[in-house]
Nanobody, 124 residues
Framework: QVQLVASGGGLVQAGGSLRLSCAAS????????MGWFRQAPGKEREFVAA????????YYADSVKGRFTISRDNAKNTVYLQMNSLKPEDTAVYYC?????????????????WGQGTQVTVSS
């Protein structure tokens, strides 16, 4: 069992930066693949980024590649999403998620555990 608590969202101007954090409880964090997803108003939830258990393998949606960086600190049971060069279209509720097993994935259905979400609003 993994419980996830996301934080770090807020209001930022276009071109600015935010860092999201996702604190996990449970002994399986260090072996879990972690992902970030987002859901904008009126849209379906979409994949943003994922990282494997060791941090050695990452995967990004094309829309955030080069601007966002996912990382993790297994000693702190925390995964991060550094978001730079933010755009108004990045406005969404951001969710962290965890999946068992080593295969990195962008599929929402692959993830077993979800955090509560944190709001990111980018003003133009």
């Amino acid at each position: 069992q993994v419980q996830l608590v996301a934080s770090g969202g807020g209001l930022v101007q276009a071109g600015g930066s935010l860092r999201l954090s996702c604190a996990a409880s449970g002994r399986t964090f260090s072996t879990s693949t972690m992902g970030w997803f987002r859901q904008a108003p009126g849209k379906e939830r979409e994949f943003v980024a994922a990282i494997n258990w060791s941090g050695g393998n990452t995967y990004y949606a094309d829309s955030v590649k080069g601007r966002f960086t996912i990382s993790r600190d297994n000693a702190k049971n925390t995964v991060y999403l550094q978001m730079n060069s933010l755009k108004p279209e990045d406005t969404a509720v951001y969710y962290c998620a965890a999946k068992s097993g080593g295969l990195i994935s962008g599929r929402e259905t692959a993830y077993n555990y979800w955090g509560q979400g944190t709001q990111v609003t980018v003003s133009s």
